[in-house]
C-alpha cells in the first residue's frame, strides 16, 4: 500500500493589508484590545470580486512548481471552503476550468475551520487504495464579504479575513507522509458559529427584512466558541498521537488552525509543549477558517521549521462544531 505525503506547499493572500486602526473608523473597539485578545495585527481582504477559487489559482501554482509537477499530473481537485464563490456549483470546478485542469473530480469539502484537515482525510484514503497518485487539496476563503464592518459584528469582524493555501498530496513507497487523520463533529452547536443566509429553508432564501438583520453576514458567540475550543484541540492531538505510538515528546511542530492566539496558547499549556513547537501566523492574516493551516503550513516550509522525518501535527476546530487532527511524518 502507498503512503501519502505532501510533496508542494503554496500559499497567497490579496495585496490588500486591513490593521486594526482601520477597523476602528467603523466600530468601537482598539488596536490593543483585538491584540490582547486575539493576537491580530492585521488581516488581508479581497479588494474586487475574487472568490476563494481566484485565490486558490496562485496558491496551488505555486505549490505544484514546489512539486516539481503540472497540471497534467494531478488526478483530483479538493477543495475545503466555507465561502464557496457561488451556492453552487462548488469552488473546485471553478478552480479546474481557470487553471486547465483535465476533466479530473473535483469535490468541495465543507467543513469550515477543520475543512482542510477532512480534504487531507480524504486525499490520503484515495492514495493509500492506489485510486489517485497525485492531489491537489486546498483551503482558500474570502471571509471579508461576510464580515459586518460596524458595532454589531465588531467580535468576528476583527477575527477573520481572506487567503489560500494548497498542497499537493502524492504516492510514495518510503516509509513517511500522512500516518493518520481524526474527524469530530458536534452539530447541536451549529448556531454557535454560522452563516444562515442565503437559506434553502427561506423561500425566497434571502430578502430584505434578512439583510436588514444582518443575517447574510457570519455570527460567532465567540466565548462559547473559545470555551470548546480548548477542550477540543489537545483531545484530537492527544487521539491522533496515541493512534501512532507518540507523546507530545515526539512532536518538532503543530501547525494549528489559526482562531486565536490565546487559544492556541491555553493549549500548548495543557500539551507541555515549548512555545517554538507551535506555529503561529495569525497576527498577519487572522483567522482564515480553511485556509489557515495550509497558509500556515506553507510559510513554515519557507521559514525551514519542518525538516525530512519530523513529526508534524496539523489540528484544528471550528464551525459545526467540527475538529480534526493529522499526524505527518515529513
Ligand atoms: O475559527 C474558530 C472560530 N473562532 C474562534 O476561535 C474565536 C473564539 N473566540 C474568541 O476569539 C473570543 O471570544 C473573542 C476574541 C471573539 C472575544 O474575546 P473575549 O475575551 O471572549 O471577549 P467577550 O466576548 O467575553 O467580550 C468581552 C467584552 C464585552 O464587553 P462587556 O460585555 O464585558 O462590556 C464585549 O462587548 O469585550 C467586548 N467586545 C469588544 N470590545 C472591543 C467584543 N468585541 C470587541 C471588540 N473591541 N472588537
Redesign the pocket.
Known sequence: MANAYISGTGYFVPERVITNDYLTQF????HE??VE??GIHERRYVSDETGPAGLAKHASEIALKEAGLTVADIDFIIFATSTPDYYAPGSGCILQDEMGFGNIGALDVRVQ?SGFVYGLSIADQYIKTGEFKNILVIGAEVQSTAMDLSDRG???A??FGDGAGAVIVSATEENKGILSTHMHSEGKFLKE?WLEIPSSRKNPRIDQKMLDDGRQNLQ?N??E??RH?VKRFPEVIIEGLEKNNLTTADVSLVVP?Q??T??TEMVRRKLKLPPESMYMNIHKYG?T?AASIPIALAEAMRDDRIAGDDIVVLAA???GFTWASAIIKW
Open positions: 466600530m468601537d473597539t482598539t484590545w483585538i485578545r486575539t475551520c465588531r467580535d468576528t476583527i477575527i458559529l460567532m465567540g466565548r466558541v473559545f475550543a488552525h482562531a486565536n490565546r487559544i483567522n477558517t476546530f471550528g464551525s
